[in-house]
């Protein structure tokens, strides 16, 4: 069983909104940052947003500023990603990724992810 549990992918029209979530298992006392990754056939993963164990600091991706927004449920390690204005070029597997540590780069924990297909 993958240490992250995503949820919220499926398929949307140029323009629509999907709303990803990841959820840590219960079990852990730690605060995790996390963050949310991509990647499309034939191409890398690719960063696309953040938020610090305390919500206090986000990060995006240049491609997905002013469309996506992260947050978090207080301290708990649930993060949701709310993806508006989606364009076909957002299609990809969605992998939720979190960790302790320094906010920034990536962390120890994957999710096994969720696709996100956006038709033109």
């Known amino acids: 069983q993958a240490p992250l549990v995503e949820s919220g992918g499926g398929l949307v029209q140029a323009g629509g909104s999907l709303r990803l979530s990841c959820a840590a298992p219960r079990r852990t006392s730690s605060k995790y940052n996390m963050a949310w990754f991509r990647q499309a056939p034939g191409k890398e993963r690719e960063f696309v947003a953040a938020i610090s164990w305390s919500g206090r600091d986000t990060d995006y991706a240049e491609s997905v500023k002013g469309r996506f927004t992260i947050s978090r449920d207080g301290t708990n390690n649930t993060a949701h990603l709310q993806m508006n204005s989606l364009q076909p070029e957002d299609t990809a597997v969605y992998y939720c990724?979190?960790?302790?540590?320094?906010?920034?780069?990536?962390?120890?924990?994957w999710g096994q992810g969720t696709q996100v297909t956006v038709s033109s």
């Open positions: 990724n979190a960790g302790p540590g320094p906010f920034g780069g990536d962390y120890d924990y």
